[in-house]
């Protein structure tokens, strides 16, 4: 589905990451993982084209994505499904009206039509009934799930999730990591997450890349869960298995 080959990511002569080569599986659920100021963010954006690289290539199924001129991105673009960090909701719009601009926008559709689609793309993340209320006066949850069926509107063949689980209760964050899974087998979609979150990560993740601060360069691709437990990078086993360690470690003194 995706590959990226010897992409360097930089702001002006800072480099944030150097020579990243990875690939994406149809239906993976591709986790971008790394400490702090990684970079994790600034990977997700040169995936959807708002960031060029410094060097290096992306494709799509075979196609050059970094090099096809702007004016014709939009045909990529269209297949992709994106949610920032907040759900990046229009406070001034109810959760319909947000989930059916990119209707209006990118389809013919009548607005009986768009109506429909919306309380059915509502009703797969659980929202049903929240029509008519605006951000403000549902949950942070509750805003991440409109914002994720925001970003299905267009039933995209890849979603981008960025920090979903991020100031979310523990009992939220597991409800929207299955909610994740249940889309990906329900659409077929393929995802990719920005998250540092070790419950998330290996809850539904079968694919990631660790971005490693030090080095400025990948330290592993491949399943976490094997990461964690087999990976030759010291840095890589004590991101994923930072958990073991604090819930071992011993009592402070009082």
């Given at each position: 589905?995706?590959?990226?080959?010897?992409?360097?990511?930089?702001?002006?002569?800072?480099?944030?990451?150097?020579?990243?080569?990875?690939?994406?599986?149809?239906?993976?659920?591709?986790?971008?993982?790394?400490?702090?100021?990684?970079?994790?963010s600034?990977?997700?954006?040169?995936?959807?084209?708002?960031?060029?690289?410094?060097?290096?290539?992306?494709?799509?199924q075979g196609?050059?994505?970094?090099?096809?001129?702007?004016?014709?991105?939009?045909?990529?673009?269209?297949?992709?499904?994106?949610?920032?960090?907040?759900?990046?909701?229009?406070?001034?719009?109810?959760?319909?009206?947000?989930?059916?601009?990119?209707?209006?926008?990118n389809?013919?559709?009548?607005?009986?039509?768009?109506?429909?689609?919306?309380?059915?793309?509502?009703?797969?993340?659980?929202?049903?009934?929240?029509?008519?209320?605006?951000?403000?006066?549902?949950s942070?949850?509750?805003?991440?799930?409109?914002?994720?069926?925001?970003?299905?509107?267009?039933?995209?063949?890849?979603?981008?999730?960025?920090?979903?689980?991020?100031?979310?209760?523990?009992?939220?964050?597991?409800?929207?990591?299955?909610?994740?899974?249940?889309?990906?087998?329900?659409l077929?979609?393929?995802?990719?997450?920005?998250?540092?979150?070790l419950?998330?990560?290996?809850?539904?993740?079968?694919?990631?890349?660790?971005?490693?601060?030090?080095?400025?360069?990948?330290?592993?691709?491949?399943?976490?869960?094997?990461l964690r437990?087999?990976?030759?990078?010291?840095?890589?086993?004590?991101?994923?298995?930072?958990?073991?360690?604090?819930?071992?470690?011993?009592?402070?003194?009082?």
């Amino acid at each position: 589905m995706i590959s990226v080959r010897d992409l360097t990511m930089a702001y002006g002569s800072f480099v944030v990451m150097h020579d990243l080569n990875f690939e994406i599986a149809e239906k993976d659920i591709f986790v971008i993982m790394g400490g702090s100021g990684c970079g994790k963010s600034t990977l997700l954006r040169h995936l959807i084209g708002l960031r060029e690289p410094a060097k290096g290539e992306i494709f799509y199924q075979g196609e050059n994505f970094t090099t096809t001129p702007l004016e014709k991105r939009g045909e990529f673009i269209r297949r992709f499904g994106v949610m920032y960090q907040s759900g990046a909701l229009w406070s001034s719009l109810t959760l319909a009206e947000n989930i059916a601009m990119p209707l209006e926008e990118n389809t013919q559709l009548n607005a009986k039509a768009i109506n429909e689609l919306v309380s059915y793309k509502l009703a797969l993340v659980g929202l049903s009934g929240y029509e008519d209320y605006y951000p403000a006066q549902i949950s942070g949850g509750m805003n991440k799930r409109a914002g994720i069926a925001r970003a299905m509107a267009l039933d995209p063949e890849i979603l981008f999730l960025d920090e979903p689980g991020a100031g979310l209760d523990p009992l939220s964050s597991r409800r929207l990591d299955d909610l994740i899974l249940r889309l990906r087998d329900s659409l077929g979609s393929t995802v990719v997450i920005v998250t540092h979150e070790l419950a998330s990560i290996f809850a539904i993740a079968n694919n990631s890349i660790f971005l490693d601060t030090v080095t400025r360069t990948q330290g592993a691709t491949g399943n976490p869960n094997n990461l964690r437990d087999h990976s030759e990078n010291l840095a890589v086993r004590n991101f994923l298995q930072r958990g073991e360690a604090e819930s071992h470690a011993s009592p402070s003194p009082p």
